[in-house]
Protein backbone atom coordinates (compact mmCIF):
# COMPACT_ATOMS: atom_id res chain seq x y z
CA UNK A 1 0.00 0.00 0.00
CA UNK A 2 2.72 2.34 0.67
CA UNK A 3 4.76 1.39 -2.47
CA UNK A 4 1.12 2.34 -4.26
CA UNK A 5 1.04 5.59 -2.94
CA UNK A 6 4.66 6.33 -3.49
CA UNK A 7 3.85 5.74 -6.86
CA UNK A 8 0.37 7.73 -7.38
CA UNK A 9 2.00 10.88 -5.75
CA UNK A 10 4.59 10.62 -7.86
CA UNK A 11 2.42 10.13 -10.72
CA UNK A 12 0.79 13.38 -9.22
CA UNK A 13 3.95 15.39 -9.27
CA UNK A 14 5.02 14.26 -12.91
CA UNK A 15 1.38 15.69 -14.27
CA UNK A 16 2.06 18.54 -11.91
CA UNK A 17 -1.28 18.18 -11.01
CA UNK A 18 -1.41 21.29 -8.39
CA UNK A 19 -0.95 23.07 -11.45
CA UNK A 20 -3.04 21.23 -13.88
CA UNK A 21 -6.04 21.66 -11.38
CA UNK A 22 -6.45 25.64 -11.57
CA UNK A 23 -5.12 25.30 -15.42
CA UNK A 24 -8.78 23.04 -15.92
CA UNK A 25 -10.61 25.52 -13.72
CA UNK A 26 -9.59 28.61 -16.31
CA UNK A 27 -11.12 26.03 -19.20
CA UNK A 28 -13.67 25.32 -17.14
CA UNK A 29 -14.93 29.42 -16.95
CA UNK A 30 -13.91 29.81 -20.55
CA UNK A 31 -16.68 26.81 -21.76
CA UNK A 32 -19.38 27.81 -19.22
CA UNK A 33 -18.72 32.06 -20.94
CA UNK A 34 -20.50 30.50 -24.17
CA UNK A 35 -22.47 27.47 -22.15
CA UNK A 36 -23.80 28.64 -18.93
CA UNK A 37 -24.84 25.10 -18.04
CA UNK A 38 -23.01 21.99 -16.02
CA UNK A 39 -23.05 18.89 -18.57
CA UNK A 40 -21.36 16.12 -19.17
CA UNK A 41 -19.65 17.69 -21.81
CA UNK A 42 -18.22 20.09 -20.25
CA UNK A 43 -17.01 17.30 -17.54
CA UNK A 44 -15.40 15.91 -19.91
CA UNK A 45 -13.30 18.71 -21.76
CA UNK A 46 -12.34 19.95 -18.10
CA UNK A 47 -10.77 16.26 -17.43
CA UNK A 48 -9.61 16.43 -21.11
CA UNK A 49 -7.77 19.33 -20.31
CA UNK A 50 -6.44 18.62 -17.00
CA UNK A 51 -5.07 15.16 -18.43
CA UNK A 52 -3.65 17.21 -21.62
CA UNK A 53 -1.58 19.47 -18.50
CA UNK A 54 -0.59 16.36 -17.18
CA UNK A 55 0.83 14.95 -20.14
CA UNK A 56 2.96 18.04 -21.58
CA UNK A 57 4.36 18.43 -17.59
CA UNK A 58 5.24 15.13 -17.67
CA UNK A 59 6.91 15.84 -21.13
CA UNK A 60 8.49 18.66 -19.49
CA UNK A 61 10.12 16.74 -16.71
CA UNK A 62 11.73 14.83 -19.38
CA UNK A 63 13.15 17.51 -21.24
CA UNK A 64 14.45 19.45 -17.74
CA UNK A 65 15.20 16.52 -15.70
CA UNK A 66 18.98 17.24 -15.91
CA UNK A 67 18.63 20.69 -14.54
CA UNK A 68 16.00 19.60 -12.00
CA UNK A 69 18.86 17.75 -10.48
CA UNK A 70 20.88 21.15 -9.86
CA UNK A 71 18.09 23.22 -7.70
CA UNK A 72 17.33 22.88 -4.48
CA UNK A 73 13.15 23.40 -5.59
CA UNK A 74 13.10 20.56 -7.89
CA UNK A 75 15.82 17.88 -7.53
CA UNK A 76 12.86 15.62 -5.51
CA UNK A 77 11.42 15.91 -8.51
CA UNK A 78 9.97 12.17 -9.37
CA UNK A 79 13.04 11.63 -12.09
CA UNK A 80 16.32 13.23 -11.33
CA UNK A 81 15.41 11.77 -7.49
CA UNK A 82 14.80 8.16 -9.14
CA UNK A 83 11.37 7.36 -8.47
CA UNK A 84 10.06 7.50 -12.51
CA UNK A 85 12.46 6.80 -15.39
CA UNK A 86 12.33 8.93 -18.09
CA UNK A 87 11.62 6.26 -20.45
CA UNK A 88 8.25 5.46 -17.62
CA UNK A 89 7.44 9.08 -17.31
CA UNK A 90 7.43 9.31 -21.44
CA UNK A 91 4.57 6.40 -21.52
CA UNK A 92 2.61 7.91 -18.68
CA UNK A 93 2.64 11.36 -20.59
CA UNK A 94 1.36 9.26 -23.92
CA UNK A 95 -1.39 7.82 -21.42
CA UNK A 96 -2.26 11.17 -20.04
CA UNK A 97 -2.11 12.52 -23.80
CA UNK A 98 -4.79 9.60 -25.02
CA UNK A 99 -6.93 9.82 -22.52
CA UNK A 100 -7.01 13.75 -22.60
CA UNK A 101 -7.57 13.95 -26.38
CA UNK A 102 -10.44 11.11 -26.24
CA UNK A 103 -12.05 13.13 -24.08
CA UNK A 104 -11.38 16.55 -25.37
CA UNK A 105 -12.83 15.08 -28.73
CA UNK A 106 -15.84 13.31 -26.80
CA UNK A 107 -16.98 16.25 -25.19
CA UNK A 108 -15.61 19.25 -27.66
CA UNK A 109 -14.72 19.46 -31.09
CA UNK A 110 -12.04 18.72 -33.35
CA UNK A 111 -11.06 22.97 -33.32
CA UNK A 112 -10.48 22.33 -29.66
CA UNK A 113 -8.11 20.00 -29.93
CA UNK A 114 -6.06 21.58 -32.26
CA UNK A 115 -5.67 24.51 -29.97
CA UNK A 116 -4.76 22.22 -27.15
CA UNK A 117 -1.95 20.72 -29.42
CA UNK A 118 -0.57 24.01 -30.42
CA UNK A 119 -0.82 24.80 -27.04
CA UNK A 120 1.29 21.84 -26.17
CA UNK A 121 4.40 22.44 -28.93
CA UNK A 122 4.29 25.91 -28.06
CA UNK A 123 4.74 24.60 -24.37
CA UNK A 124 7.24 22.49 -24.98
CA UNK A 125 9.04 23.31 -27.86
CA UNK A 126 9.30 26.95 -27.63
CA UNK A 127 8.97 27.84 -24.42
CA UNK A 128 11.05 25.21 -22.64
CA UNK A 129 14.05 25.57 -24.61
CA UNK A 130 13.65 29.45 -24.28
CA UNK A 131 14.04 29.47 -21.06
CA UNK A 132 17.70 28.26 -21.52
CA UNK A 133 18.26 31.34 -24.27
CA UNK A 134 16.34 34.15 -22.99
CA UNK A 135 15.58 35.93 -19.46
CA UNK A 136 12.09 36.82 -21.19
CA UNK A 137 10.96 33.68 -22.00
CA UNK A 138 8.97 34.70 -19.57
CA UNK A 139 6.73 36.99 -22.01
CA UNK A 140 5.78 34.18 -25.16
CA UNK A 141 5.64 31.35 -22.22
CA UNK A 142 2.78 33.28 -20.78
CA UNK A 143 1.04 32.53 -23.59
CA UNK A 144 0.56 29.12 -22.01
CA UNK A 145 -2.18 30.74 -19.59
CA UNK A 146 -4.30 32.29 -22.15
CA UNK A 147 -5.23 28.76 -24.25
CA UNK A 148 -6.89 26.84 -21.75
CA UNK A 149 -9.90 29.29 -21.78
CA UNK A 150 -10.20 29.43 -25.17
CA UNK A 151 -10.14 25.92 -25.80
CA UNK A 152 -13.69 25.36 -23.53
CA UNK A 153 -14.86 28.52 -25.19
CA UNK A 154 -14.38 26.87 -28.61
CA UNK A 155 -15.06 22.95 -27.12
CA UNK A 156 -18.69 24.60 -26.46
CA UNK A 157 -19.20 25.74 -29.74
CA UNK A 158 -18.27 29.49 -29.37
CA UNK A 159 -15.97 31.85 -32.11
CA UNK A 160 -12.49 31.25 -31.61
CA UNK A 161 -12.17 34.78 -31.94
CA UNK A 162 -14.82 36.21 -29.87
CA UNK A 163 -14.45 39.48 -27.87
CA UNK A 164 -15.81 37.90 -24.56
CA UNK A 165 -13.11 34.89 -24.63
CA UNK A 166 -10.39 36.97 -26.68
CA UNK A 167 -10.86 39.67 -23.34
CA UNK A 168 -10.53 36.32 -20.77
CA UNK A 169 -7.87 34.82 -22.31
CA UNK A 170 -5.42 38.35 -22.66
CA UNK A 171 -6.41 38.51 -18.81
CA UNK A 172 -4.82 35.48 -18.06
CA UNK A 173 -1.94 36.09 -20.28
CA UNK A 174 -1.09 39.46 -18.86
CA UNK A 175 -1.37 38.16 -15.56
CA UNK A 176 0.70 34.89 -16.13
CA UNK A 177 3.91 37.61 -16.39
CA UNK A 178 3.75 38.70 -12.45
CA UNK A 179 3.02 35.41 -12.07
CA UNK A 180 6.71 34.29 -13.66
CA UNK A 181 8.59 37.10 -12.32
CA UNK A 182 7.34 36.39 -8.48
CA UNK A 183 8.48 32.91 -8.73
CA UNK A 184 11.85 34.25 -10.27
CA UNK A 185 11.97 36.55 -6.79
CA UNK A 186 11.63 33.39 -4.76
CA UNK A 187 13.53 31.11 -7.11
CA UNK A 188 15.99 33.35 -8.67
CA UNK A 189 19.29 31.95 -7.49
CA UNK A 190 18.35 28.26 -8.27
CA UNK A 191 16.88 28.98 -11.47
CA UNK A 192 20.31 30.15 -12.16
CA UNK A 193 21.93 27.32 -10.64
CA UNK A 194 20.04 24.70 -13.27
CA UNK A 195 21.52 27.11 -16.29
CA UNK A 196 18.17 29.19 -16.93
CA UNK A 197 18.60 33.06 -18.23
CA UNK A 198 17.09 34.99 -15.46
CA UNK A 199 16.22 38.42 -15.29
CA UNK A 200 18.51 39.30 -12.47
CA UNK A 201 21.04 38.89 -15.09
CA UNK A 202 19.30 42.24 -16.85
CA UNK A 203 18.15 44.10 -14.53
CA UNK A 204 18.77 44.77 -10.93
CA UNK A 205 16.39 43.53 -8.04
CA UNK A 206 14.82 46.71 -6.74
CA UNK A 207 14.16 47.28 -10.65
CA UNK A 208 12.41 43.81 -11.06
CA UNK A 209 9.98 44.89 -7.99
CA UNK A 210 9.32 48.17 -9.71
CA UNK A 211 8.31 46.06 -13.10
CA UNK A 212 6.68 43.27 -11.45
CA UNK A 213 4.52 45.84 -9.64
CA UNK A 214 3.60 47.29 -12.76
CA UNK A 215 2.95 43.99 -14.14
CA UNK A 216 0.23 43.42 -11.24
CA UNK A 217 -1.15 46.51 -11.86
CA UNK A 218 -1.48 46.07 -15.79
CA UNK A 219 -3.46 42.47 -14.65
CA UNK A 220 -5.90 44.51 -12.41
CA UNK A 221 -6.59 47.41 -15.25
CA UNK A 222 -7.53 44.54 -17.97
CA UNK A 223 -9.35 42.68 -15.45
CA UNK A 224 -11.83 45.53 -14.81
CA UNK A 225 -12.08 45.72 -18.91
CA UNK A 226 -14.02 42.36 -18.41
CA UNK A 227 -17.26 43.58 -18.11
CA UNK A 228 -17.01 46.13 -21.28
CA UNK A 229 -16.35 42.90 -23.26
CA UNK A 230 -19.75 41.10 -21.34
CA UNK A 231 -16.95 38.73 -19.51
CA UNK A 232 -19.18 40.07 -16.33
CA UNK A 233 -22.83 40.87 -16.87
CA UNK A 234 -24.48 41.90 -13.43
CA UNK A 235 -23.79 44.69 -10.85
CA UNK A 236 -23.13 42.40 -8.41
CA UNK A 237 -20.06 40.73 -9.88
CA UNK A 238 -19.05 44.17 -10.76
CA UNK A 239 -18.74 45.39 -7.41
CA UNK A 240 -16.60 42.60 -6.01
CA UNK A 241 -14.58 42.35 -9.19
CA UNK A 242 -13.91 46.23 -7.97
CA UNK A 243 -13.43 45.02 -4.47
CA UNK A 244 -11.04 42.29 -5.20
CA UNK A 245 -8.97 44.69 -7.33
CA UNK A 246 -8.62 47.14 -4.65
CA UNK A 247 -7.80 44.43 -2.40
CA UNK A 248 -4.87 42.67 -4.92
CA UNK A 249 -3.80 46.63 -5.43
CA UNK A 250 -3.53 47.75 -1.76
CA UNK A 251 -1.28 44.42 -1.41
CA UNK A 252 0.57 45.25 -4.25
CA UNK A 253 2.49 48.17 -3.31
CA UNK A 254 4.67 47.00 -0.20
CA UNK A 255 6.94 44.87 -2.50
CA UNK A 256 8.34 48.68 -3.68
CA UNK A 257 9.87 49.06 -0.43
CA UNK A 258 10.01 44.94 1.51
CA UNK A 259 12.64 42.54 -0.27
CA UNK A 260 12.38 39.73 2.18
CA UNK A 261 10.90 36.31 0.74
CA UNK A 262 7.83 36.84 2.58
CA UNK A 263 6.78 39.58 1.22
CA UNK A 264 7.14 38.25 -1.90
CA UNK A 265 5.58 34.68 -1.13
CA UNK A 266 2.37 36.52 -0.04
CA UNK A 267 2.14 38.22 -2.99
CA UNK A 268 2.45 35.55 -5.22
CA UNK A 269 -0.40 34.26 -2.71
CA UNK A 270 -2.78 36.88 -3.03
CA UNK A 271 -2.31 37.08 -6.75
CA UNK A 272 -2.91 32.96 -7.38
CA UNK A 273 -6.41 34.18 -5.17
CA UNK A 274 -7.12 37.16 -7.25
CA UNK A 275 -7.08 34.81 -10.28
CA UNK A 276 -9.17 31.99 -8.60
CA UNK A 277 -11.63 34.71 -7.27
CA UNK A 278 -12.05 35.69 -10.50
CA UNK A 279 -12.96 32.53 -12.18
CA UNK A 280 -15.03 31.48 -9.50
CA UNK A 281 -16.98 34.64 -9.65
CA UNK A 282 -17.31 34.46 -13.61
CA UNK A 283 -18.96 30.99 -13.12
CA UNK A 284 -21.48 32.44 -10.80
CA UNK A 285 -21.95 34.97 -12.56
CA UNK A 286 -23.07 33.07 -15.92
CA UNK A 287 -24.87 30.37 -13.76
CA UNK A 288 -26.64 31.78 -11.32
CA UNK A 289 -27.02 35.57 -11.95
Not at 119 to 137: C, E, M
Not at 165 to 180: E, M, R, Y
Not at 213 to 220: A, E, G, K, P, Y
Not at 238 to 256: D, K, R
Request: glycine share 6%.
Amino acid sequence: MMNLNLKINSLFELGKIKIAIPIAISCFTGYLLYSPKISFDMAAVVLGILLIVAGASAINHIQEYKKDALMNRTRFRPIPSGKISPAEAFIWSALFFLFGFVLLIWGGNIMSSVIAIFSILWYNLVYTPLKQVSAFAVVPGALSGAFPPLIGYVAAGGDLFAPPVLALAFFFFIGQIPHFWLLLLLYGDDYKRGGFKVLTDVFSIRQIHSITLVWMLSTVMVALLLPLFDVLRSQLSVWILLILSVWIIFYSFPILKKYDRLTVRKLFLQLNLYFLFIMIMISIDKLYL
